[in-house]
């Protein structure tokens, strides 16, 4: 069964650090990118950045909120991604969700469509 | 921020049909393909339509979706209590580089 499971949310000061984690399981880790997209508290979807797969060279792409703050990794050997959270703001505050977009087109682009999610982890940023 | 536009809410009666609007540009949906998803309070967001009008296996054919120009319509058949949920949309932004959300319709089954 495919399954991703996140992990590493927590209440943070702002400025600070956290390193969330996805666990994947039940697909060839390296065949997908996977993303994370964040949900702040009664508020709609975010799209936060992704990790391209083995075929795309593992490259990465960030939403302009976060790009310089959050970085995207992954360790193959575990099968885990990693979504690396610097220089935290009260406005990063959300469930984050790590998720699969599984579609693609017959030239092997991405379809951008979420199939698989995780449960999602909450982080507070807040003094 | 969302640069897809959609209605804030919709209602309608048990059996009967809604659809559910989102509006971009030649940029987003325009250019790209346009997924929905639906969402319970406290869950993750499900998909429900993929590729402009596609549904993944186990979603049901009262859920069914088309793409013209720059808009897009979701459309729910046949409606019952347990549609009710928040429903996004989202495609990919060739300008900005990044995928983007609608802000959400809350459906509600009267």
């Known amino acids: 069964e495919v399954h991703l499971e996140e992990s590493g949310g927590g209440l943070v000061g702002p400025g600070g650090s956290l390193r969330l984690s996805c666990a994947a399981s039940g697909f060839t880790f390296n065949d997908h990118y996977l993303d994370w997209v964040r949900q702040a508290p009664g508020r709609g979807l975010e799209w936060v950045g992704r990790s391209r797969n083995k075929g795309k060279g593992y490259t990465t792409s960030y939403a302009a909120s976060v790009k310089g703050r959050f970085s995207i990794s992954r360790d193959a050997s575990w099968n885990l991604l990693y979504l690396q959270m610097d220089s935290l703001r009260t406005e990063d505050t959300a469930v984050y969700f790590c998720?699969?977009?599984?579609?693609?087109?017959?030239?092997?682009?991405?379809?951008?469509?979420?199939?698989?999610w995780g449960r999602g982890t909450m982080v507070t940023v807040s003094s | 921020q969302s640069v897809l536009t959609q209605p804030p809410s919709v209602s309608a009666a048990p059996g009967q049909r809604v659809t559910i609007s989102c509006s971009g540009s030649r940029s987003d949906i325009g250019n790209n393909y346009v997924s929905w998803y639906q969402q319970f309070p406290g869950t993750a967001p499900k998909l429900l339509i993929y590729?402009?009008?596609k549904r993944p296996s186990g979603i049901p054919d009262r859920f069914s979706a088309s793409k013209s120009g720059t808009s897009a319509t979701l459309g729910i058949a046949g409606l019952q209590t347990g549609d009710e949920a928040v429903f996004y949309c989202?495609?990919?932004?060739?300008?900005?580089?990044?995928?983007?959300f609608g802000v959400g319709t809350q459906l509600t089954v009267l």
């Open positions: 989202g495609t990919w932004d060739d300008s900005l580089g990044v995928v983007v």
């Open positions: 590729d402009n009008n």
């Open positions: 998720t699969r977009p599984s579609y693609f087109d017959s030239h092997g682009n991405s379809l951008d469509a979420y199939d698989v």
